[in-house]
């Protein structure tokens, strides 16, 4: 295959791509206007369903402004060679492989950046602070790009090298050594998140005495679940919307409750909510999602080295001087269609999984509670009640509202 062949195949991706995207977009918002269910009539009033129809159109139009922004950049990126002068840039720094691919990306990255926080702006001070959402302040909106690049820089950076070494010392056996470093760093991520990582940027604390605190770990000593660490975070540092989630696993083990939760809804539905987080993990979830995730890793790491050492990859770029960063680039785009299939797949077993967490908090708490609670948060967040079924199953890890209510309600 010639490199100018490669490098169509790579640009029909990107716009086809896109394409399905937009037809998804397109069919999903043609739903906006529908009536809502019978089951879930009393979630929104008139009033309240037509705010909630004028936000997912606003944030439809702008989700279609950004991506067609985004792909006429990349595309730009891609025709005007983009990819040979930042890698002459990082070439011009220094000699060894490992810090011109770390600089390489780094500017790619500060560059991707650059171009997409004005959309996130306009998203969280224009968008969301006219429905009510926003709470972040411009201090909080930049000190989080500040710690996101550094964290990035950090933990990317000692990755990517790592892999780009293995490379260098085991050839095509890399895959495996760069698999095992990313294993490890998976379960320690799974592990250690909420301890490390969340108070970087929010405030965690443990759920006081109390009342709730009393019903949580009666429910939680009757299925027989060990849950000393219950925290709350302050969720509401940048939003109103509510979330409550579960992480780690052994003695690490916690649940955080979002503090706009807590004040959203009654104890008996915070329970509720709390029974379909146990039921993730009395159901394995977490150790199937952690083990899978590990496979793909695996699978894709493979794959990469089957075809990184292949010179065409670059040369497709138009990079004279083939490299591992430029290969991954080109393999990145080529791989496309797979992480597609698979990230299908993996909303699918979501899906499963959510219903499977609902079915627990039902036959050990109770269904109405978490009806309740639902219907509530999605009130809270306008969500879109009535979506295609199409862009359902290409984008949603959760069934939809009513998916779930029915489910509830057998």
Request: charge should be positive.
């Amino acid at each position: 295959m010639k490199p100018e062949t490669l490098f169509y195949i790579i640009i029909a991706i990107l716009v086809i791509s896109f394409v399905i995207d937009q037809i998804l977009d397109y069919l999903n918002a043609k739903h906006f206007n529908d009536p809502l269910p019978a089951e879930l009539q009393d979630v929104f009033d008139e009033e309240e369903y037509k705010k909630s129809q004028r936000y997912k159109k606003e944030r439809n139009k702008f989700s279609t402004l950004t991506a067609t922004v985004s792909l006429i950049a990349t595309l730009l990126f891609f025709f005007m060679d983009g990819f040979a002068y930042v890698d002459g840039l990082a070439r011009s720094v220094s000699n060894n492989e490992i810090i011109i691919a770390l600089v390489f990306f780094g500017i790619i990255m500060i560059a991707s950046d650059i171009l997409t926080t004005p959309f996130n702006y306009y998203s969280t001070f224009v968008i969301e602070e006219k429905y009510g959402f926003n709470k972040t302040t411009r201090k909080t909106f930049f000190f989080d790009k500040v710690k996101g690049w550094l964290m990035g820089a950090i933990i990317g950076g000692i990755l990517m090298g790592a892999i780009i070494w293995f490379y260098q010392s085991t050839g095509k056996n890399f895959w495996l050594y760069a698999w095992g470093i990313v294993t490890v760093f998976t379960v320690l991520m799974n592990l250690f998140y909420a301890r490390f990582i969340v108070p970087l940027f929010n405030k965690q604390t443990p759920l006081e005495e109390g009342t709730l605190r009393s019903q949580i770990e009666t429910y939680a000593s009757k299925v027989g679940f060990t849950l000393d660490k219950i925290f709350v975070i302050d969720g509401s540092k940048r939003s109103t919307k509510a979330n409550a989630y579960f992480s780690g696993f052994g003695s690490e083990k916690r649940v955080t409750l979002y503090d706009t939760l807590i004040k959203d809804l009654n104890e008996e539905e915070i329970v509720a909510v709390l029974a379909h987080e146990v039921g993730h993990y009395k159901r394995n979830h977490i150790i199937i999602n952690l083990f899978t995730a590990i496979i793909t890793t695996g699978f894709t790491l493979w794959l990469l080295s089957l075809f990184i050492g292949n010179p065409i990859l670059s040369e497709a770029l138009n990079v004279s001087q083939p490299s591992f960063h430029i290969g991954l680039i080109a393999f990145g785009v080529l791989y496309t269609p797979i992480s597609g299939i698979t990230s299908l797949l993996m909303n699918y077993l979501s899906r499963k999984f959510e219903y499977q967490a609902d079915n627990y908090a039902k036959n050990t708490f109770a269904a109405p509670p978490l009806i309740s609670g639902l219907k509530k948060l999605s009130k809270n967040s306008l969500s879109n009640l009535t979506p295609h079924p199409l862009y359902v199953f290409a984008h949603y890890s959760h069934p939809t509202l009513l998916q779930r209510f029915r489910n509830l309600k057998k």
